[in-house]
């Protein structure tokens, strides 16, 4: 049987009006329209959320941990990546935020970032170690580690095979955490995500068994929590406190972030996920050499673009970007030069800092067996030449291309083409009524009554 | 099937489509990720090599259940000496061709090391003809 994976990001039945966008948008044509409602492909979806963006009604939600899961154990982790920080204005001390998460029930807060000064450490190491297989691609943003294990199938070795920060520091945190007493059964580590992706990523990580983190808490509705706190709060002062994190740690989840500081050779960083998509089409082919490293982020402005992320995505890595700056300004000895792991630590985290092999999962493939997949492709050839290459969606896939394919892979009927349809009824081989029937079935009953209240339309 | 395309020499932009096409298709067939990676990166090369050199040129690409067959045909100025045009780091391409980042003179060899078969025949003056084989699955050893 082939294996159905997880995927965080779910489409509600009850809300969605068949509108269509968010099949429009899909980079892996995961959606398709069915019933008058978007249908997802659970194993072509890649949780890069590109959908939840566009949806008018907010029928794309993101599957979440219950908050109140956090008091299933007794010491309560609170995973903080920098972006969070960056959701609150400048004034909002990071001591703030720390505070309103122990009073919304965290025991301990720990930055997401605190391993970023070992993993960069061992990401170079990694590219002297693999210098016959360029360029090395960062495994850092789940929905790209996805994105081309489902299109880009050939490029899957250059993935850099080390963790992402979360897990390096969900794994030191579990280990000090068991060094001061803290029974590990009774600890429960929950991260704040800013995006589905990283939901995906814990739910059924890519290159390793198991995640160590416990839940996963969406970053918008942490954010309301906490707003709520610290807006009652008396502002005192604001002096800005020195951070806990180094600068490069603060920035790594930002673009740049990675290859500002990967200086073996020549890195490139590429955000938003149609610019990843065109830039490892011309990879693939070999088109673009001499690249070392590549850091690729699926969302613009990366992490702070996160659909999680309640903020505007450039004020975000703005003020990330200031705090720095801010940081960069105190003496050297008010600077905190972030945590610095002991030796042991150090070892132990390198004995378990990499991931196992990362199998492509095509979505491309029209058969597992050659001789079929030919036969289908020729099929797919010859149905191109009926249909009018205007992608319209009508039909209720994404691309006349699309609709090819579903057509032989038995998933779809040509005669959903509007098309198709006109051009059978002239010939006399196909009547209104059967047309309307088969509109009816892609679109739903009301999108074809004169007067019937389309969905989305009420005022 | 037969699939062709037709390549316009001098435009730089262009020069990757076929490659990408191709890519798509044997994808879909499910073939080996190595192959796919080998053909594309010779195809790639004879392809950049009509752009870079010759007025005009066409592709004629057939995948057949076991291989992929290029035959890649231009009019153009032809190459003199093959054997020399072989060796890594010979090029004749002019210095505006090297500052886009094409003719390092590793075009020939590139595409020998990437391909099963690989034919050039060319007439000065004329054109030349090359021809691509790579079989999606390891050769038996009789025949190799």
């Not at chain 1, 955000?271 to 982020?297: A, T, Y």
Request: aromatic share 6%.
């Amino acid at each position: 049987m082939n294996k159905v994976f997880y995927h965080a990001l779910k489409f509600r039945e009850d809300l969605c009006i068949g509108c269509s966008h968010c099949m429009n948008v899909c980079p892996t044509e995961a959606v398709r329209v069915w019933h008058g409602k978007a249908q997802l492909h659970a194993n072509r979806c890649i949780d890069c959320g590109e959908c939840y963006r566009v949806c008018p009604v907010g029928a794309i939600t993101v599957e979440q941990d219950d908050f109140d899961n956090i008091y299933h154990y007794t010491t309560r982790i609170a995973l903080l990546p920098s972006v969070f920080t960056g959701q609150f204005p400048a004034s909002i001390q990071p001591s703030e935020i720390r505070q309103a998460l122990f009073e919304l029930g965290f025991t301990h807060v720990v930055e997401v970032e605190e391993g970023v000064e070992f993993l960069s450490e061992q990401i170079l190491k990694y590219i002297s170690e693999h210098s016959d297989r360029k360029p090395l691609i960062s495994s850092f943003c789940p929905a790209i580690v996805r994105l081309i294990q489902v299109k880009f199938p050939t490029l899957v070795d250059h993935i850099i095979r080390l963790k992402a920060p979360v897990d390096v520091t969900a794994l030191h945190t579990i280990n000090s955490i068991k060094e001061k007493g803290f029974p590990s059964e009774q600890t429960g580590l929950f991260y704040i995500t800013p995006c589905a992706a990283k939901i995906a990523a814990v739910r059924e990580p890519v290159g390793e068994q198991q995640s160590l983190i416990t839940g996963v808490i969406n970053m918008n509705y942490l954010y309301n929590r906490v707003w709520k706190i610290i807006s009652k709060q008396k502002r005192q002062g604001n002096r800005p406190e020195p951070c806990a994190l180094t600068t490069k740690s603060l920035c790594w989840s930002l673009t740049h972030g990675e290859s500002d500081h990967v200086k073996i050779g020549k890195s490139l960083a590429i955000d938003e996920i149609n610019n990843v998509i065109e830039f490892l089409e011309k990879l693939e082919n070999d088109e673009i050499k001499g690249i070392d490293f590549l850091e690729l982020r699926a969302c613009d402005e990366s992490c702070a673009g996160g659909i999680l992320c309640p903020g505007n995505r450039f004020l975000t890595a703005s003020k990330m970007r200031e705090a720095v700056l801010r940081q960069e300004s105190l003496s050297p000895s008010e600077r905190v030069n972030g945590m610095l792991f002991t030796p042991e630590q150090t070892a132990f985290l390198q004995q378990h800092v990499h991931l196992g092999a990362i199998h492509p999962r095509s979505i491309m493939k029209l058969d597992d067996n050659v001789a079929e997949a030919m036969v289908k492709m020729k099929r797919i050839y010859e149905l191109r030449r009926l249909l009018p290459q205007v992608d319209c969606g009508i039909c209720g896939a994404p691309t006349c291309s699309a609709l090819s394919e579903d057509v032989v892979q038995g998933q779809a009927d040509i005669r959903q083409c509007i098309f198709v349809q006109r051009i059978m009824e002239q010939n006399e081989k196909l009547d209104t009524a059967e047309s309307v029937r088969i509109m009816r079935e892609i679109w739903s009953n009301s999108k074809l009554d004169k007067n019937s209240l389309k969905e989305g339309t009420k005022f | 099937m037969f699939f062709e395309y037709s390549i316009e020499g001098g435009n730089f932009a262009q020069a990757g489509s076929t490659s990408s096409q191709v890519k798509k298709n044997l994808k879909q067939l499910n073939v080996d990720g190595s192959v796919i990676k080998r053909t594309v990166v010779a195809l790639y090369e004879a392809e950049v090599n009509i752009v870079a050199h010759a007025f005009r040129g066409t592709i004629i690409v057939e995948i057949m259940e076991d291989k992929i067959h290029i035959l890649l045909n231009d009019e153009g100025p032809g190459i003199p000496d093959i054997g020399k045009a072989m060796e890594i780091g010979f090029s004749t391409a002019s210095p505006e061709v090297r500052e886009m980042g094409f003719g390092a003179g590793m075009g020939l060899s590139n595409m020998k090391n990437n391909s099963d078969e690989l034919h050039i025949s060319s007439k000065v003056g004329q054109g030349t003809r090359v021809e691509i084989t790579n079989y999606f699955q390891a050769k038996p050893v009789s025949l190799q």
